[in-house]
């Protein structure tokens, strides 16, 4: 198993299933677009041509004054972010911890731009309430406006992968 930019004609998308139509198409029909376009990045866990599970991530910028409090470190009116938005595990492969793996690869990425480049941390879109426990399990705080977007701030991504070391 191995963390890999998709690559299309390496990649076997049309045998991915993660039980959610909606990010099945997504793989087998946007993704490469959504990359070629530089609008997000799409990672791969593979198994040689074999898709495991994938992550996007992209740039994102957030009002401050959707933070939680303890993030509104900036008197800017946007603040840097990366967008962790989509991720998915294919089904023969769920419940097997492929999902903290992902997200572990994702954080690693982060923190690596966060050296790089300026940017506070991740967000997300939690897509159902399931998606909400899972995300403030890590640590993921509700952002003001709109509950089921979170966000990690970067200190909490080292402190993670810190402790995963």
Known sequence: MQFELLNP?????????????????????????????????VHVMVDGKRIIGFFTLAGHSVLRDNLPEDVKISSYKDLPFLLLGRLAVDVDFQGRGYGDLLIYHAFKITASIAENAGILGIIVEAKDDKAVSFYNGIGFLPLEATPKRMVLPIQTINSLLEDAS
Not at 22 to 28: C, F, G, P, V
């Open 9 to 41: 004609k390496k990649h076997d998308r049309k045998s991915f299933d993660c039980g959610v139509e909606a990010l099945n198409l997504y793989l087998q029909r946007a993704a490469n677009q959504d990359s070629k376009r530089s609008i997000t990045r």
